[in-house]
């Protein structure tokens, strides 16, 4: 026992770098645009479908990975994806010279990427126990920040000094490193013999997860709301120093993900991930509707919701992942957490563009009135009450 309560935080601490590594390819190319451009030659719309290559495949093959995962363990899963996401950079940058077949290889390493998206939750899950798994998961997603905050440290150096396609390598070699760390140090938890947590039944015949993945999918939308307009909101409306509003948003972003991991304590404390959600879904709606008045008569109170949205958006999404892994059970948890990771990056990539289409046509505060009627809706959705009935029918942990 103690030897496992030692080994839960290596595991935990290699899941955050395999994430984060990940991300720094995933999400952290817009840092790349720039450059991207010149070396290239190409147009902004260009530069946008060659930034989403990763993306598409990554939605392709999150329910796949995550079977996987269920199938052959976190371990196995991961450290093959990685190694192949390393490989195809690795192959793009180096080897690709045509555009279009420079995007069709990142998008097949960012198909092999998102095998950790599913399988490094499982396996943080798996160690931990029920009430610290709050914290533990809340801890987990901070890796998307910190590799998008190493990809923008470090990518437009590395370009400005030696191309767009050599700064690529690293986040080839941090991927190559993660999948060596999670072969040689990491493991899949222990499974129990048998009893609930092993239990083999298709948690999609009821409603419960169907109506989980739906209540955290619409509250990705204020998050990407705020994430998307922000910094076009200071700097053109309320003309605001670029400098002077990245730096706010980066504190913002901070800040954001300390309330992940205080949120995923605070579920821990009460022995709920869904009632915290809902209540932060209610939290999330008085802000968008607080940005809409703000922008309307009172910029002061805008830029307040912006600091507070930054903060309360984020703060779900461990407590949801965490849900759905305890109420799919272990034999569901890689399949069930890659539905819930394909739902929220379909309405991730979605919002942007059209929410953006919505206050082009009107005003932020009309957008934003509109982005507040989503967490309302998850208000509703999010099952309290059925997460309360199995947790009295099945008290034993997950892993």
Do not use: K
Request: aromatic share 6%.
């Amino acid at each position: 026992m103690a030897a496992r309560s030692r080994r839960r935080w290596l595991v935990l601490a290699i899941g955050v770098y395999a994430q984060a590594a990940s991300c720094a390819f995933l999400y952290g190319l817009p840092s790349l645009v720039p450059a991207l451009r010149a070396d290239e030659h190409l147009s902004l719309a260009g530069a946008g479908l060659v930034v989403a290559g990763p993306t598409v495949g990554l939605l392709a093959t999150l329910i796949a990975w995550g079977a996987a995962a269920d199938r052959y363990g976190e371990r196995l899963v991961m450290a093959v994806g990685l190694t192949l996401a390393a490989v195809l950079v690795a192959v793009a940058a180096l080897a690709v010279p045509g555009l279009t077949g420079f995007v069709v290889v990142l998008g097949l390493a960012g198909a092999a990427a998102a095998s950790v998206n599913a399988a490094s939750g499982r396996m943080v899950m798996g160690w931990f126990a029920r009430d610290e798994r709050g914290v533990a998961m809340g801890i987990r997603q901070t890796a998307q920040p910190l590799g998008v905050g190493i990809a923008a440290l470090t990518l437009p150096g590395l370009a400005a000094h030696a191309g767009f396609r050599t700064a690529l390598l690293l986040p080839a070699a941090l991927c190559l490193a993660a999948a060596l760390l999670v072969l040689l140090l990491a493991a899949d938890p222990p499974r129990p013999a048998g009893g609930a947590a092993a239990r083999t039944g298709n948690p999609y015949r009821s409603a419960t997860l169907w109506r989980l993945h739906g209540a955290s999918a619409l509250l990705v939308l204020p998050q990407f709301a705020i994430a998307a307009l922000a910094m076009e909101y200071l700097v053109g409306q309320r003309h605001w120093a670029a400098l002077t509003a990245g730096a706010f948003l980066a504190v913002a972003q901070v800040c954001g993900a300390l309330g992940r991991i205080a949120t995923g304590y605070w579920s821990d404390r009460v022995g709920s991930r869904l009632r915290p959600m809902r209540q932060l879904a209610v939290a999330s709606a008085a802000v968008m509707l607080a940005f809409a008045l703000g922008d309307a008569v009172a910029p002061w109170l805008a830029v307040l919701a912006i600091a507070l949205g930054s903060v309360i958006t984020v703060a779900d999404n461990g407590l949801a992942f965490t849900a759905t892994a305890e109420l799919a059970g272990l034999s569901w948890s890689g399949r069930a957490l890659g539905i819930q990771n394909t739902g929220q990056n379909v309405v991730s990539s979605l919002t942007p563009p059209l929410l953006g289409l919505v206050v082009g046509a009107s005003t932020y505060s009309i957008g934003f009135l509109c982005a507040a009627a989503f967490p309302v809706f998850a208000i509703a959705l999010t099952p309290v009450a059925a997460e309360y009935r199995a947790r009295r029918a099945s008290p034993a942990p997950v892993g």
